[in-house]
């Protein structure tokens, strides 16, 4: 709506910017500088970026990726973005690489979410240990967010692969 966009202009115009291209390469080397997929966050509810990754999901074109990034919050759990760019709706196998896109993104999450298994495994006695109820619980209550443009619709096999919900009160 016209209010919202006033609203999110006004905020914008009051909030210094970080530059948007300080970030060339992902944490391991990749060269961010061909995806046209970007953060902008506010720096006064974020402290810091400690995670920037990039997973990509389709070679046809260089532009199609999903990025990967843990924001910092003062005194907070990190808050965990997938910003996503999934393969166009103009390619004859885009749907099949949109499911692809969608299980890999999945994935993620539960990475995020989820103890991983060297995470439960214990080197000294060989053996798998559990977290505690609570520390399962606390692990999946993470703050995580996937985003961006998916080219599909909510009701497309490749967004039910990832669980979503347009539903905004469990989205919140």
Known sequence: SKALAKRIAQRVSTTRLVDVDSQA?????FSLSALNISLL???TLFSAVTTLRSHVVDLTFDTRDVLEVVLARPNATPFTVLLNHWPSRLNPEGPVKRVAAGYYVAGLVYTSLRYTASELWDVGSKRIRMPTDSALVERAGLPLIAMGDFN??????SLEALRSTPDTRTVL
């Open 25 to 29: 390469k992902d944490q391991y080397g």
């Open 41 to 43: 966050y506010d720096p």
């Open 152 to 157: 599909d619709e909510p009701f497309d096999p």
